[in-house]
Nanobody, 114 residues
């Protein structure tokens, strides 16, 4: 069982920055990839970024060069640094782990005003 708790969302102006955190329970954090998804109103959930257990990362084209995913295995936490935010980044952001089963956090709202 893996429990995921996101934090760090909020309201920010166009061009601003936020850092999201995803804290995971358990002792196996370093063994699995961490993924951030987001879901905007009326849209399907989409992958934003993923970091593997070895630290390799991938990004959605829409966030490349603006978002950075990282992890701190000592703290069982993954991060999503979001810079130069745009209104189209407005969504609920979720972290996700697949480790035998699929685990989702409760989500954190990010709202970017223009």
């Amino acid at each position: 069982q893996v429990q995921l708790v996101e934090s760090g969302g909020g309201l920010v102006q166009l061009g601003g920055s936020l850092r999201l955190s995803c804290a995971a329970s358990g002792s196996l954090f370093s063994l699995y990839a961490m993924t951030w998804y987001r879901q905007a109103p009326g849209k399907e959930r989409e992958l934003v970024a993923r970091i593997t257990e070895s630290g390799n990362s991938i990004y959605a084209d829409s966030v490349k060069g603006r978002f950075t995913i990282s992890r701190d295995n000592a703290k069982n936490t993954a991060y999503l640094q979001m810079n130069n935010l745009k209104p189209e980044d407005t969504a609920v952001y979720y972290c996700f782990v697949r480790w035998v089963h699929d685990y989702w956090g409760q989500g954190t709202q990010v709202t970017v005003s223009s």
